[in-house]
């Protein structure tokens, strides 16, 4: 059975690159979602093995997101190019910083990390 990734993002090319990375990882994706608003719809009715979450979408900051992964014990990892490392780190210390732009192979060892 495949891992499922939940990703966030709302820069359409990067979200569109990352679901092939994926989906050639073999993994499902759920998304990509754009907004805070949308994911949340999502995790009301699911729950995925992990996430990659931008920190700064159209509708604000993703949060909220990431408050609702952590609730219901769902690892994410932030990629993100004006994240705070050191807010992340007090505020989910069990989440990492991927910045932009990072390699793929990272972003897929890193949820095959979680997921496991």
Known sequence: MNKTVL???DEMFVALDL??????????V??????TQEALK???????????LDVRLAD????PVA?????????FVFHSGHADNAQLNVRYPQSKLCSKPCKPSDLLEEAHRMAA
Do not use: H, R, T
Request: net charge negative.
């Open 60 to 63: 604000g900051d993703v949060y």
């Open 19 to 28: 679901q092939m990375i994926f989906e050639d990882g073999g993994w499902q």
């Open 67 to 75: 408050d609702a992964l952590a609730a219901i014990d769902v690892p």
């Open 42 to 52: 999502y995790l009301a009715v699911n729950k995925p093995d992990c996430a990659v």
């Open 30 to 35: 759920a998304g990509p979602f754009p907004s």
């Open 7 to 9: 990703l966030v993002e």
